[in-house]
């Protein structure tokens, strides 16, 4: 008669285990710590005034090219932000602050889902349709194009030309 010895299935390897940690989480544990982070991410821009030199470091972009990207001066406007000053802000990063209300509405949406998963049965939620990402893209490159223009200049930073790139 034989006795056969069963082998034990293998282990699961890291990325297993980190699917099966994640797996056992509240749905509700990454936008809360996002917003976790963001709320320190704001305290660090409020109290450290990125107005100050070497407080932040310089925009790669800017730093190469000597153009303005389309997040330049974003930290700024979210220093003016934290302080209630929306015109200073408006005069940093403009986008910024017309895609706030936007940002701040996807992010309640996530929050509130994950707290709130569809009932068995029900068809999937609808992600932001694919136009109004273009749309937002498009807006976002137009941006970057005309802030760097002599007559969209008041799109920059402060209104301030971009300087010369680092070799020039």
Known sequence: METSIETPPPAPGPLGRLRALTGRLHPGTWPVLFGAGALVGLLV?????????????????LLMTG???????????????????????????????ALLPYILFSY?????RSFRPLPPGAPPRKATPPVVLGAFLVLILVFWAVRN??????LAPGGVPAPAPFWG
């Open 45 to 61: 821009v409020h109290t450290m005034d990125p107005n100050e030199p070497g407080n932040y470091p310089t925009c790669p972009w």
């Open 67 to 97: 153009t303005w990207c389309p997040g330049c001066g974003s930290t700024r406007a979210v220093h003016a932000l934290t302080n209630l000053d929306i015109a200073g802000a408006a005069q940093m990063n403009v986008v910024l602050l």
């Open 108 to 112: 309640g949406r996530w929050l509130y």
């Open 149 to 154: 223009t002599p007559f969209g200049v008041i």
